[in-house]
């Protein structure tokens, strides 16, 4: 079984095929900032007419290009899922990338269980599911190896989303006619593929005529402790004082070179079977990525809340709010880790085999299958984005450890892809972030959407310390919620702070909507 280590820091959604899941961890899925999933309703649909439309998991296939910069080489089966439930002509068309995921099972995200299909609603429109390339099915070659993902990078990916509006001929009636010179173009994206839309918007404006990023992960970050900053502002103060007190006595022993005290840690947990450090240091992570999965409406039972609960509350009492000490949480934090949460991360396999990375003939690192969401994904956090969930810098607190750094990952990207790295590579995030602009960005009708909990706020445009101005041509509204929360219609029912981003979103989407005049010749 596969080394769950790397894919926490990924920003992949949550749904991948069953063969992968039945390959991976549950550790291996949770870190990543996940673009949030409802099911769809089960239809049948109809459009305004009465006229009953396929199912909206019929699967569409688009001729892409292998290649942007060189035509000649062809093009792929890029897969992608539309409906025409709400449409009328002269209406919008609205297209999202999942992004770094299998786009099958996504489907909610042409309904009005999402924002995508309340835009679509409001403004007679239709709306398109398009997966992104080297995710999924739709791969220009039948391999994940270092060569075939030489064509995967922000570009292509940019190029992939500009191509296809501007030659798809969608299935519903008139559908061959609704060119971004012929209709108006709506964006969407959230986490990655939040960041992918304005990346795009940046790159090449007048595509498309309005757009919206939730949770957009604009800015390029390779030391990426900020991962850790809302957990930790907005967990229960009690547990995260005692993490805390975990931490700080781990990276003091490893400072001082006290094996035993480390040997004594381990066996705590019931992890005495690691052999390295660095890949214990990682795995007391995996309870704060559970953090990753909460949405407003996620009750007191959710695993995050499970690991807080076995350290502050003893014998019916909680701490107050600086815990209950070092030597009650090593105790109460390895016995949950004994109890409930190894079964949950690795099942029955040893600790090594799920929690190690030094193991580089694993088929984590060997097998170049396609619809590997992990493999893919790395390639662009190597090259690309970095994100990696690290120790913060000395003088501020810390939930994580301080042995875990950019070169923990670094390393990884050699196990990964010996062909392509002799040593550890390090992200070129200075050029994404000018490419794209980041943090800078300054585009007409481009509408942010954050979330005050969500762990991967610190690289979008509501970043501590920022004070990005919004503006009635590029808004910022940021809600109460987690990661990508104003994109679940649901969570504006149960948050109002998150109903009031969506109802922002929809009124700038009407505004923007009705400024749009076809292009004269």
């Known amino acids: 079984m596969a080394s769950p280590r790397l894919f926490k820091f990924l920003l992949a959604p949550l749904a991948l095929s069953s063969m992968a899941l039945a390959a991976i961890p549950n550790a291996m899925l949770r870190g990543r900032p996940s673009l949030p999933n409802v099911p769809a309703p089960a239809g049948p649909f109809m459009d305004r007419n009465g006229t009953t439309l396929p199912p909206i998991d019929t699967v569409y296939y688009f001729d892409q290009l292998i290649d942007h910069n060189n035509p000649g080489l062809g093009t792929f089966q890029q897969r992608y899922w539309t409906t025409w439930e709400f449409y009328e002509a002269g209406g919008p068309i609205i297209l999202m990338t999942p992004g770094e995921t299998d786009a099958d099972g996504y489907e909610s995200y042409l309904t009005n269980e999402t924002v995508n299909g309340l835009i679509a609603q409001q403004q007679s429109g239709a709306t398109i599911i398009v997966e992104h390339r080297f995710f999924g099915l739709s791969n220009p070659y039948d391999n994940l190896t270092s060569q075939s993902l030489e064509l995967l990078n922000i570009q292509q990916a940019i190029d992939d989303l500009v191509y296809f509006a501007q030659n798809v001929d969608l299935p519903m009636p008139g559908g061959d006619q609704v060119k971004p010179d012929q209709a108006p173009w709506v964006l969407i994206g959230g986490s990655y593929s939040g960041a992918l839309t304005s990346w795009t918007m940046v790159n090449k404006p007048g595509i498309f005529w309005a757009a919206y990023a939730s949770s957009g992960v604009v800015e390029a970050i390779t030391d990426y402790y900020g ?5 930790r502002e907005y967990m229960p103060q009690n547990c995260s004082a005692d993490v805390e007190a975990v931490i700080a006595y781990l990276d003091q022993s490893y400072a001082n ?3 035993a005290a480390i040997d004594s840690l381990k066996s705590a947990f019931g992890l005495s079977g690691l052999s390295h450090i660095d890949d214990f240091a990682s795995a007391l992570q995996d309870n704060l990525f559970d953090w990753q999965s909460l949405q407003p409406d996620v009750g007191p039972g959710a695993m995050f809340f499970q690991f807080c609960d076995a350290l502050e509350v003893d014998n019916g009492i909680s701490a107050n ?4 000490g070092l030597d009650h949480t090593i105790t109460a934090w390895g016995s949950f880790w004994n ?13 090594e085999e799920c929690l190690g990375t030094y193991n580089t003939t694993s088929s984590y690192y060997t097998s170049t299958a396609v619809n590997n969401a992990n493999r893919s994904w790395f390639w662009m956090v190597c090259n690309q984005v970095g994100y990696y969930q690290v120790g913060p810098p000395e003088g501020q ?18 196990n990964m892809f010996p062909q392509a790295f002799s040593t550890p590579p390090t992200p070129t995030v200075e050029q994404t972030d000018t490419d794209y602009e980041g943090w800078n960005v300054e585009v007409d009708r481009l509408f942010f959407a954050n979330g005050l909990r969500d762990p991967w706020r610190e690289a979008t445009v509501s970043a501590d310390g920022l004070n990005k101005p919004s503006t009635d041509t590029q808004p910022i509204y940021e809600g109460d919620g987690f990661h990508c929360s104003d994109l679940i219609t649901e969570n504006g029912v149960v948050d109002d702070t998150i109903a009031k981003v969506q109802t ?7 505004t923007w909507l009705s400024q749009w005049k076809a292009p004269t010749s």
């Open 397 to 414: 607190p810390a939930i994580v450890s301080r042995i875990i750094q950019p070169i923990y990952e670094e390393r990884q990207c050699v």
């Open 257 to 259: 070179n006290d094996t």
């Open 504 to 510: 922002a979103g929809l009124s700038y989407m009407k």
């Open 321 to 324: 709010a600086s815990g209950w």
């Open 227 to 231: 991962y850790f900053t809302p957990i």
């Open 339 to 351: 109890t409930t949460y190894y079964a949950y991360v690795c099942g029955s396999v040893d600790a």
